[in-house]
């Protein structure tokens, strides 16, 4: 008989710390820059798929895919957490990059977190009384939560960004949320907002988007975060 093994209880800050250092910033192997290897493989990789994207060096694509993997890592952190734990996840990484000096970070995600609070309503119209009853209940949730955690003193930026994350599990499990943080790197990438990556272009990216978002899920699973 197998026993369930026991989840690792951190503390919130420790954990995000150390995972935005090992994994995101400064992701070192045996004295090997593992981050440039990385994505210089992630590079080839698309622009296998589509030359248009020959033009986009990978320390660029590296680049612009940083404040992308924090906002994935805060995704899945909503997920696994809750919005309570997402609200000082993001109090917490809005400070810590500041005292990096990596306020770029904080301000170019901005773009990934808006495409992500976008998926959580695609499909969606007022036309329809199903469109307007969904519309109007996450309006609502959104708001009442927002002031909730305003009045507890919390910056209302890291709140605001917390709550864009709402009611996207079942939109990030068929591949709707991947698919538009996918079209947002492309504009960050410099690509005009009409451009289109090629079927293939499309698959891979959207497939290392989710491949990063199931690393973090896969690190998250095995904590319990300390009240």
């Known amino acids: 008989m197998s026993f369930p093994s026991k989840k690792q209880e951190v503390n919130l800050e420790d954990f995000c710390r150390d995972f935005y250092e090992k994994n995101i910033l400064n992701p070192v192997i045996e004295g090997v820059d593992a981050r ?3 994505f210089d493989i992630v590079w080839k990789t698309v622009v296998e798929a589509d030359q248009n994207f020959a033009n986009v ?6 680049t612009e895919m940083t404040p992308l993997r924090f906002e994935l890592f805060a995704l899945a952190w909503l997920h696994q957490f809750g919005d309570k734990s997402a609200v000082a996840q993001s109090v917490f990484t809005k400070r810590y990059l500041h005292k990096k000096k990596r306020d770029d970070i904080w301000d170019t995600s901005k773009p990934y977190n808006q495409a992500i609070a976008r998926s959580s309503t695609l499909g969606k119209t007022l036309k329809t009384a199903s469109g307007r009853a969904h519309l ?3 309006t ?3 708001v009442d939560s927002f002031r909730h955690y305003r009045k507890e003193g919390h910056d209302p930026k890291c709140v605001a960004r917390a709550f864009n994350r709402l009611f996207t599990d079942a939109v990030w499990k068929k591949g709707i949320t991947a698919g538009l943080l996918m079209f947002a790197l492309c504009d960050r990438l410099g690509f005009d907002s009409n451009f289109e990556p090629t079927e293939e272009a499309q698959f891979r990216l959207t497939a290392i988007i989710r491949g990063l978002y199931d690393a ?12």
Request: net charge positive.
């Open 140 to 142: 609502k949730m959104r």
């Open 57 to 62: 060096n990978s320390q660029k694509l590296a």
């Open 216 to 227: 973090v899920k896969q690190s998250l699973d095995n904590i319990k975060i300390k009240d």
């Open 136 to 138: 109007v209940s996450i």
């Open 36 to 38: 440039a290897i990385y």
